[in-house]
């Protein structure tokens, strides 16, 4: 490939890509591989199941963050 025949919008492209690619290599997914507790899996299943729902914003108050 011969960057100097690229597009300015081929080249960002490429750069997107690549610091992609280099972000989800340093980044990635600390828990994969990782096996759920039966606790744990039972508490989101109840979770799911339930139509009680919080908005992001009652979060935020509940937890004391401001956004």
Same mark, same amino acid.
């Given at each position: 490939?011969?960057?100097? !025949? $690229?597009?300015?919008? !081929?080249? &960002?492209? $490429? /750069?997107? %890509?690549? /610091?992609?690619?280099? $972000?989800?290599?340093?980044? #990635?997914?600390?828990?994969? %591989?990782? !096996?759920?507790?039966? @606790?744990?899996? *039972?508490?989101? &299943? @109840?979770?799911?199941?339930?139509? @009680?729902? $919080?908005? #992001? @914003?009652?979060? *935020?108050? !509940?937890? #004391?963050?401001?956004?």
């Amino acid at each position: 490939m011969d960057l100097a !025949q $690229l597009s300015p919008a !081929q080249l &960002k492209e $490429l /750069v997107r %890509g690549i /610091v992609d690619d280099r $972000l989800r290599e340093l980044l #990635g997914d600390p828990d994969l %591989g990782l !096996q759920l507790s039966e @606790e744990l899996r *039972a508490r989101l &299943k @109840e979770s799911l199941s339930s139509t @009680e729902r $919080l908005s #992001g @914003e009652d979060l *935020a108050d !509940q937890l #004391g963050l401001r956004w």
